[in-house]
């Protein structure tokens, strides 16, 4: 039996036709795929010919520019009120250009 794809013979059995079949179904699928398998590599090969100087740059920049260390600052568990004058004292700032608001701020007390 051959296993090449012979367009001059027609498959009579079913087993044949079957064969045939997986013979088409095959070399359809690895025709698919090692087209894709082209295009990838392409994309990868203009991706690593248009990103090969970012990786220097980039590194000679972060190099260049130390980032400061994060602050971070814990407010005491008993400061509730305080926090909320504070949130209050800058609704009030952010919205005093706007007469049209409602909210109106009592008293200011300063802490420290």
Do not use: C
Not at 1 to 12: G, I, Q, R, S, V
Request: charged residues 20%; hydrophobic residues 50%; proline residues 4%.
């Amino acid at each position: 039996m051959n296993f090449l794809l012979d367009a001059t013979t027609n498959p009579e059995t079913y087993a044949e036709k079957l064969v045939y079949g997986g013979q088409v179904v095959f070399i359809g699928m690895l025709t698919v795929f090692l087209v894709l398998t082209i295009l990838w590599l392409s994309l990868e090969l203009l991706h690593y010919l248009l990103h090969r100087g970012d990786k220097t740059k980039a590194k000679k920049e972060a190099d260049a520019v130390a980032a400061p260390a994060p602050v971070t600052t814990v407010a005491p568990a008993g400061d509730e009120d305080e926090i909320a004058a504070v949130i209050a004292a800058a609704i009030y700032a952010a919205e005093e250009s706007a007469p049209q608001s409602k909210f109106r701020a009592v008293s200011f007390k300063r802490i420290h």
